[in-house]
């Protein structure tokens, strides 16, 4: 091999090699540091992508949870409030009968009757409560969306206490069962929506649980397979340096000649 002065292929073909290795432990102390394997974009144009639609994904789920989470809070105390209704009425289909005893005097009659109305005017406030300022009982239909983009949801039908309960009359004691059955048919369909809107939550749970785990994939270091790269590349960059000096240290052969 010819000795140059000018010229030190060595030197050179060293210096590259020493610059990827420092280049590849600078990314790897990177990951390791951030704990994720995309620090930047270029590490994997495709994988962000993806991984940015996994994460919103994730998120929605997590929001259409917490909005069912709402709808059931509301239905739970929808029912809160039916169940003292019946009560409400199971004692007013007592005074009714009690109303109907035909040795009852007037004062007595007189009594029943009041407490009657007073009973009937709490069932026309319980039918008025409200829940975070909408009415308990409304007239239109909640529609609680149940998966992450929007696509699916369950429609719970407006529920009107006031209707159920507005003709009922203590000279007829028909028309206090009648109500009694309408609270309770609307009771069952309260049950019914809460069980739709606890498993669609559930779905929502695994299928947020799955989107993490599948953007952890692209997205999060393995920190044993990177420590062991970052091992690799100390070591590389180390030897790289040494054989660097070594490589510079070859050209002073030429001022030996020289001298």
């Known amino acids: 091999m010819s000795v140059v002065i000018n010229t030190n292929s060595a030197a050179t073909i060293a210096s590259d090699n020493l610059a990827a290795s420092n280049a590849s432990l600078q990314k790897s102390l990177n990951r390791l540091s951030s704990g994720s394997k995309i620090v930047n974009p270029a590490d994997d144009a495709g ?29 739970q105390t929808q029912d809160g409030v039916m169940k003292v209704a019946a009560k409400v009425l199971d004692r007013m289909s007592e005074l009714a009968t009690l109303y109907s005893d035909t040795t009852k005097n007037s004062s007595d009659i007189a009594n029943y009757s009041a407490e009657f109305d007073q009973l009937k005017t709490e069932l ?7 829940f975070n300022g909408n009415d308990l009982f ?39 069962t009648d109500a009694i059955k309408a609270v309770a048919t609307d009771r069952a ?6 069980s739709v809107l606890g498993f669609a939550s ?6 947020k649980s799955n989107l ?17 790269q970052l091992a690799r590349w100390n070591i ?20 030996k000649l020289l001298q």
């Not at 369909?189 to 809460?194: E, L, R, S, T, V």
């Open 47 to 75: 994988g962000l992508a993806v991984s940015m639609k996994l994460s919103a994904a994730a998120k929605r789920s997590a929001a259409a949870s917490n909005n069912i989470g709402n709808a059931v809070s509301f239905l």
């Open 124 to 130: 026309s406030n319980l039918a008025s409560e409200k």
């Open 138 to 176: 409304g007239s239109s239909a909640l529609t609680i969306h149940t998966n992450e983009d929007g696509s699916q949801s369950v429609t719970v039908s407006a529920t009107s206490l006031s209707s159920d309960t507005s003709s009922v009359d203590i000279a007829s004691l028909s028309t206090i």
């Open 189 to 194: 369909d309260n049950g019914a929506f809460q």
């Open 202 to 207: 559930e779905v929502l749970t695994v299928n």
């Open 212 to 228: 993490e785990a599948a953007n952890s994939r692209i997205t999060d270091v393995d920190v044993a397979s990177e420590s062991t």
């Open 236 to 255: 590389l960059v180390q030897s790289g340096t040494a054989m660097l000096a070594q490589a510079n240290q070859s050209s002073q052969i030429a001022l």
